[in-house]
């Protein structure tokens, strides 16, 4: 089979040199000609986990390639999938769809025998027909069909996601491209893999809903931390008590500064305004969304009270500012929050990420960025774990007390344990736990 991919982001390259492995010919579209030439010459422009390895090999095998050219991307393919980005549109936060409709009639112009438009991008409800009838009134007689199989990859384990699913969803405006997705996913039929086959607006919704359930799902663990913290109990084991119930399930339920990253916040966002347009409001996810965007507010707080209630003047040093570990990706992260409210309260913020620092120095202006962890530390009066990076989880504690002015830890992220910290000598706090010393 042959497919065309638009986009090389963070989902349309994992998804795309994922379908090579599976043996599909899949060329990659972009736009930005820097990606572009930059994938030609072997080189990966994200940071993905084993990545590099699969794009080298697929590439060698002469089944994935890359082009600015989607006119000859959609030479002979099966499916064109549509795999652009739909961040918040500014002002109203509904989706902003005009990566998409652009998409949608460059895929018209270059139609030229039947193929299944694939909407990969997580869309609004309606986007799948509003492409149909964009790509029906620049080619009335072209033949086509518009099929919605949203991404349920995680950026850090985006290969394992794509390769091992929980499930698969598509939703298709025909048996036609039923049975053309049906065969690009064949793989993960042979190792059993959910297939669920419904309507476009169905496999549309579905994706919101999983995304917003999720977010509701961190969303609550944080706040009964927050009781945890007012009550002396320990959120950890909260967490494992009902976790350990098959009804509630245990991941989801790590308490943090917060959800970001490149789809929680936008994606939630979206929902509310798809449903207050259509008059059915969901005020679970508004109420998610508001408590989320007050909670990454208040971790800078959080970090000045352990400073003894200011830090101006002082030097906080800050380990990981990106959503999450394992990936470059700074959208939305907490420390884009939290980084600014510190320094607007007169503090001299130092850090470090493993991965992150290039995309963050443009983002965060005024931080020093430091060479590692440790390099962060130098007379700082605090440091504080915004993201949990294995390289985080086991520091030299008597180097990071030495390093210090004061032995001043905050841990966003839970990875210390509290009653080692205070052995160490630390004034350590975390979040719903009790051993704040
Ligand atoms: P991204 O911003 O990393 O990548 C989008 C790419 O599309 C960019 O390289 C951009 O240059 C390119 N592009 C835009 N318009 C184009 C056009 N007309 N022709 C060719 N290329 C074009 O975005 P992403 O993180 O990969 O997300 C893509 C979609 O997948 C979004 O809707 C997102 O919500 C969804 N999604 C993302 C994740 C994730 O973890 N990042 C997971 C699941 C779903």
Known sequence: MRIAMIGTGYVGLVSGACFSEFGVHVCCVDKDAE????????????????????????VAAGRLSFTLDLKEAMQGVDAVFIAVGTPTRRGDGHADLSYVYAAAEEIAANLDHYTVVVTKSTVPVGTGREVESIIRRVRPAAEFDVASNPEFLREGSAIGDFMRPDRVVIGAGSERAAEVMRRLYRPLYLIETPIVLTSLETAELTKYAANTFLAAKITFINEIADLCEKVGADVHDVARGIGLDGRIGKKFLHPGPGYGGSCF???????????QQVGSPLRIIETVVDINDKRKKAM?????????????????????????PNTDDMRDSPSLDIIPALQKAGAHVRAFDPAGMHEAARLLPGVEWAKDAYGTLQDADCVAILTEW???RALDLKRVKASLKRPVMVDLRNIYNPEDMVRAGFSYSSIGRPGKA
């Open 35 to 58: 990606k572009i030439e930059r994938l030609k010459r072997g080189e990966i422009p994200i940071y993905e986990p084993g990545l590099d390895d699969l794009v080298a090999r697929n």
């Open 300 to 324: 800078a707080e959080r970090i000045v009270a352990a400073c003894g209630g200011s830090v101006e003047g002082r030097t906080v040093a800050v380990l990981g500012v990106t959503f999450k």
């Open 265 to 275: 916040p936008k994606d939630t966002l979206a929902l509310v305004r798809t449903a």
């Open 390 to 392: 294995n390289e985080f």
